[in-house]
C-alpha cells in the first residue's frame, strides 16, 4: 500500500495537511488582536458603543480559535519529532531557542487575555483596560516572529559552523537573524492583519446583506475596510521586500516562480499562462523588464535563470501558479478596498450596494486562500531542501510505515475540530445579536443607531 511504501510521502502530506489547517488558526491569531485593540481604542476616544462592542465580540470569538490554535500548534512539535527525526538530530539545538520563546510568547499572550477578558467594566479609567491589549498583540506578534525565524533558518540556514555532517558552535541568536527573517517577518505579519481585517469586513458585510444595516454594522465595515487597504499597501510593500531578497539569497526560487529559464538583461515578468514538453511558455502575460525591476529595482538589471542551477535543486515550476494567485489577489483586495473607500467618500453613491458588498464577501475567503498559497509557495520553492544546501526533505523523514495511519487519524481530528469551531461561534453570535447585547449593555444608546 501507498501508505506503507513512500513514509516521505505519507509525511510530506501530514505535515501539508497540520500546516495548512494551522495556518488559518494562526494568523486570526495574529491579526484579531490587534483589530480588538483598535476597535476598543476608537470606542474610547469617540465614546462610541458600536466601536466597543466590536472588542467584545471580536474578544469572544477570538478565545475559540485560540483554543483550536493550540491543538493544531501542538500537533505541529508532536509531527516535528515523529515525521522529521533526521532535521531535528541535526538541527535541533539551532531552533529550540525559537520554538521556546514562541511558546512563552504564547503564554504570555494567553495570560493578558485572560485578564483582559475578564476585566470589562471594571476600571474607572477605560483606557487601563485597553492597555491590556497591548501585550495581548505584542504576544501574539511575537509567536509569529519566532516561528518565522525557524522558516527563515530553514531558507538561509546560519550561524553555526558544520563538523562532521552536524552543526557545531551554534550561535542561535544568529540563527534567528539569519538573512531571510526581516522580510519575512514583515510579510507574514502584513499579511496576518490584512488577512483577519478582510475576513473580518466579509461577515460584516454578510450580515449587510442579510438586510442588517445597522450603525454597528457600518461602522465595523468601515473600520475593517480601511484596515485592509491600509495593510493591503503594506503588504505589497513587504512583498517588493522579498521579491529583492529572493534575486539576492534564493535566486533559483525566484526563477522558479517566475518562469524564467535563461539569465539575461531586462527580464520580462510572466503572469500565468502554461509551459509545454519543451518548457516554452504559452498563454502568458507578459509584463517588459518588470522581472528586472521587481528583483533589483533596475529595469535593465541581469536575471539569474534556471539554467545556471543543477536540475535536481530546481524547485518545482507549478509553483508559479502559487506565486500568481497569492499578488492577483493581494492587488485585488487592495482594488476593492480602495473602491469602498471612495463610494463612502462620495455622498451620492452607495457604498452598501449589493455589488460591493458581494465583492467584500468575497474578500475574506480569497485573503485565507491568499496566505495558503503564499505558504505553499513559500515552503515548495525550497525544495529539493528542508535545510537549504545542507539537507534535503528525503534525507530528513522518518522511515516509519505507519505515517500513513497518522494521517487519517489527523485528519480526523482536524475534521473533528473544524466543525466544532464553526459550530460554536455560530451558536455564539447567533444566540445572542448585537441589537440586544448593545441595549443590554449599553441601555443609554439610542435605539434608532442599533437598528
Not at 499572550?109 to 491590556?132: C, Q, S, V
Request: charged content about 15%; glycine content about 8%.
Amino acid at each position: 500500500m501507498l501508505f506503507e511504501q513512500d513514509p516521505v510521502l505519507m509525511s510530506r502530506l501530514l505535515t501539508t495537511l497540520t500546516l495548512g489547517f494551522h495556518i488559518i488558526f494562526a494568523t486570526l491569531g495574529v491579526g484579531v488582536p490587534l483589530m480588538i485593540s483598535i476597535a476598543e481604542f476608537i470606542g474610547i476616544k469617540r465614546q462610541d458603543p458600536h466601536y466597543l462592542m466590536l472588542a467584545r465580540r471580536w474578544a469572544r470569538g477570538f478565545l475559540i480559535t485560540v483554543a483550536v490554535g493550540v491543538v493544531t500548534g501542538t500537533a505541529i512539535g508532536l509531527q516535528l519529532s515523529l515525521l522529521w527525526p533526521n532535521f531535528m538530530q541535526v538541527a535541533g539545538n539551532v531552533i529550540a531557542l525559537p520554538l521556546f520563546m514562541e511558546v512563552f510568547a504564547f503564554f504570555f499572550e494567553a495570560i493578558f487575555l485572560g485578564i483582559y477578558f475578564y476585566t470589562w467594566d471594571r476600571f474607572k479609567n477605560p483606557y487601563i483596560h485597553w492597555m491590556l491589549t497591548i501585550p495581548i498583540v505584542i504576544g501574539a506578534g511575537m509567536s509569529a516572529v519566532f516561528i518565522t525565524t525557524v522558516n527563515g533558518f530553514m531558507n538561509t540556514p546560519d550561524g553555526f559552523l558544520l563538523e562532521n555532517g552536524h552543526f557545531a558552535a551554534v550561535n542561535p541568536i544568529a540563527a534567528m537573524l539569519n538573512p531571510a527573517t526581516p522580510t519575512k517577518v514583515f510579510h507574514v505579519l502584513t499579511t496576518a492583519y490584512l488577512t483577519v481585517a478582510a475576513v473580518l469586513a466579509s461577515i460584516t458585510a454578510f450580515m449587510i446583506l442579510k438586510k442588517k444595516t445597522s450603525d454597528y454594522h457600518k461602522k465595523a465595515l468601515k473600520l475593517t475596510m480601511s484596515l485592509v487597504f491600509i495593510f493591503g499597501i503594506l503588504s505589497a510593500l513587504a512583498g517588493d521586500f522579498s521579491a529583492k531578497f529572493l534575486a539576492e539569497h534564493q535566486p533559483e526560487k525566484l526563477a522558479a516562480a517566475e518562469w524564467h529559464f535563461e539569465t539575461e538583461e531586462g527580464a520580462d515578468l510572466i503572469l500565468f499562462g502554461w509551459l509545454n514538453d519543451a518548457h516554452e511558455v504559452i498563454g502568458e502575460i507578459r509584463i517588459p523588464n518588470f522581472l528586472s525591476f521587481l528583483a533589483y529595482g533596475d529595469f535593465n538589471a541581469e536575471v539569474t535563470g534556471l539554467e545556471e542551477f543543477p536540475e535536481d535543486e530546481i524547485p518545482p515550476l507549478w509553483i508559479h501558479y502559487m506565486f500568481d494567485l497569492m499578488v492577483m489577489i493581494g492587488f485585488a483586495l487592495i482594488g476593492i478596498a480602495f473602491l469602498y473607500l471612495i463610494l463612502s467618500k462620495m455622498k451620492k453613491l452607495n457604498e452598501h450596494n449589493k455589488g460591493m458588498l458581494s465583492l467584500i464577501v468575497l474578500s475574506g475567503p480569497l485573503a485565507m486562500l491568499a496566505i495558503e498559497f503564499g505558504w505553499v509557495f513559500a515552503e515548495e520553492g525550497r525544495q529539493p531542501w528542508i535545510i537549504r544546501g545542507y539537507m534535503t526533505v528525503e534525507e530528513a523523514a522518518t522511515t516509519s510505515p505507519y505515517v500513513g495511519l497518522m494521517f487519517i487519524l489527523f485528519l480526523g481530528l482536524y475534521i473533528v475540530l473544524g466543525v466544532l469551531c464553526v459550530v460554536i461561534l455560530r451558536k455564539l453570535f447567533r444566540n445572542s445579536p448585537v441589537e440586544d447585547e448593545l441595549e443590554k449593555q449599553y441601555p443609554t444608546i439610542e435605539k434608532g443607531d442599533s437598528e
